[in-house]
């Protein structure tokens, strides 16, 4: 036996190898128990009916989440509507317009705290000034607008990235020919971030509909069906109380006992919502990137 | 060579140009003419101002921070530093093809089309001339014809360079300044490049720093060597390589340093 054919075992290698294993089983293990549990259990308070109508009042005699999953999209909606342009605004201003200074700084430093900050606080935050500034009582149109200040951070960071990664060569030929800057933002380096503004989008939306604390003192927890008799109802709405899927999942699993299965049913229902996001997150990012 | 030619006039007339990146005394007490439909190269070796010197004149160094530029730049006389230039119109009128192929991400159609389209041109008609003749006119049409409308970064470098001199003339130019175009690409569409330079001074004043002094030789009518940010030597390109009039632009010419 050569050098070059004798293999040499090392029982240390053999141990960690054995540990990496072991951690990756116990990853995949945990992810396919709550996504089997909660699946058997949602299963059980399942139904065309849980899905096709809404609970009105408490105590209930109906059982549905119609109205949640609707107030769910005007959260995602009008949060975005708010977010995104304010968001990737600041990203423009911070990279291609603003000098290097102490403002900037404290701006960047400023994002990065409002990052960190649990959302139970933008919930009670969202709760006082929205009420006092527009007189907004729990609405969807209140819970909204706080969500937007606890995603804003995520869109600004996440544009700056992207702005950053476009190649200075770029923007030389653009002003080389007498592009102004804004019309190169525009024409060039927008285009080029769209994959990166598309992914905060998709992280965005992944936060808004997993967040209840910030959103029980500010959108309520009301769960009827929108009442549309005319075009303008569809904005009124916003206006009214609205408890999303996450919401309603908290109450139903507060009260427990016989409602415990549709807290199951509810969370079942978010899970597929998630999944659903990220795989049309994952199509539309491969469709822009081709361009 | 060029005394052939007497109607020499001058395109852009520079004096006492000095520029400072900060603290940094980059150009220093610049003076010279740039004559119309001439080839002007400038050459020298690397960090000696050359390419700074070329972006003073499309006003290219603005976009930089704590630039300081002062001395006397004139296109045609009218001064390119007065307040009341729009430094979007003279760029216009001098533009620019960089060292490395920069065509933006878009189809090849979009990326000549771009700069008719910042100054205002919508016509459908009128675009798809502007584009089959700037791609003409940089010799590059015959090879994309048939692909106008995929993207750009499709091409191989040297074509990639050809869009974005046809780029540069969509807009219809004055002047053409080239920062060593061809420093990114290999020999034979360095060639073409060299070979399309000679048709471009037929209509345009084309400015080029470049490396290469053999390519300085070939395609220029004029040339001024930079050191340090100086510029210690101006003259026919002929009289520059054969019998310079300064020890230190002979011992650059000869490979003594650089």
């Not at chain 1, 700084?105 to 409002?114: Q, Y």
């Amino acid at each position: 036996m050569n050098e070059l054919t004798r293999k040499r075992i090392r029982i240390s290698d053999i141990v960690l190898k054995a540990l990496i294993l072991l951690s990756a089983v116990i990853t995949t293990a945990v992810v396919a128990a709550i996504i089997i549990y909660i699946v058997k259990r949602g299963l059980e308070g399942m139904s065309l009916n849980f899905i096709t109508t809404a609970a009105f009042s408490y105590p209930y005699e109906n059982y549905g989440i119609l109205g949640n999953i609707i107030n769910t999209l005007y959260i995602i909606i009008i949060t975005l509507l708010v977010a995104v342009p304010i968001g990737v605004g600041a990203a423009i201003y911070l990279t291609e317009y603003a000098k290097r200074s102490r403002l900037t700084t404290i701006i960047e430093f400023a994002t990065e705290t409002l990052a960190g900050i649990p959302s139970i606080i933008y919930g009670l935050f969202g709760s006082v000034f929205f009420y006092n500034l527009f007189r907004l009582q729990y609405s969807i149109l209140s819970g909204s607008l706080t969500l937007s200040l606890m995603i804003l951070p995520t869109i600004i960071r996440t544009t700056e990235e992207a702005i950053k990664t476009v190649p200075i060569s770029y923007r030389e030929g653009a002003m080389g020919i007498g592009a102004t800057k804004w019309y190169m933002i525009r024409t060039v380096i927008l285009p080029c971030c769209i994959d990166g503004i598309l992914t905060s989008v998709i992280l965005s939306i992944g936060r808004i509909v997993g967040e209840s604390a910030a959103l029980l003192f500010t959108a309520g927890i009301a769960a009827e069906l929108p009442n549309f008799k005319s075009f303008t109802d569809i904005f009124t709405k916003a206006g009214g109380a609205g408890g999303t899927l996450t919401v309603q999942l908290y109450q139903y699993a507060q009260r427990g006992g016989g409602e415990m299965k549709y807290a199951f049913s509810t969370a079942l229902v978010l899970l597929i919502v998630v999944m659903v996001i990220n795989v049309f997150a994952k199509l539309a990012a491969r469709k822009f990137r081709k361009v | 060579m060029s005394e052939n030619n007497n109607n020499n006039t001058v395109k852009i007339h520079t004096k006492d140009v000095n520029l400072w990146y900060g603290e940094n005394h980059a150009l220093k007490d610049i003076t010279l003419d740039i004559f119309s439909n001439k080839i002007t190269a400038f050459i020298g070796p690397s960090g000696c101002g050359k390419s700074t010197y070329l972006k003073t004149l499309n006003r290219m160094n603005d976009i930089i921070p704590n630039v300081k530029i002062t001395g006397d730049i004139q296109l045609d006389g009218q001064d390119i530093y007065d307040s009341r230039v729009d430094v979007n119109a003279l760029r216009k009128k001098i533009g620019m093809v960089f060292q490395k192929p920069n065509p933006f991400p878009m189809s090849i159609y979009d990326n000549i089309a771009y700069g008719p389209r910042i100054h205002g041109i919508r016509s459908k008609a009128r675009l798809d001339e502007i584009v089959e003749n700037s791609l003409k006119g940089a010799a590059i049409f015959d090879e994309v014809k048939d692909r106008l409308h995929k993207s750009a970064l499709g091409l191989s470098g040297g074509q990639q360079q050809r869009i974005c001199i046809a780029r540069a003339i969509a807009v219809e130019p004055e002047v053409i300044l080239m920062d060593e175009p061809t420093s990114a690409l290999d020999p034979i569409s360095t060639l073409k490049i060299e070979e399309l330079m000679s048709i471009l001074k037929e209509k345009y004043t084309v400015a080029i720093v470049t490396h290469n002094m053999q390519q300085a030789t070939r395609i220029s009518d004029y040339t001024a060597f930079f050191l340090v940010g100086e510029m210690i030597e101006y003259g026919d390109t002929e009289q520059i390589f054969s019998h310079p009039v300064d020890k230190r632009t002979n011992d650059y010419i000869t490979g003594r340093f650089g």
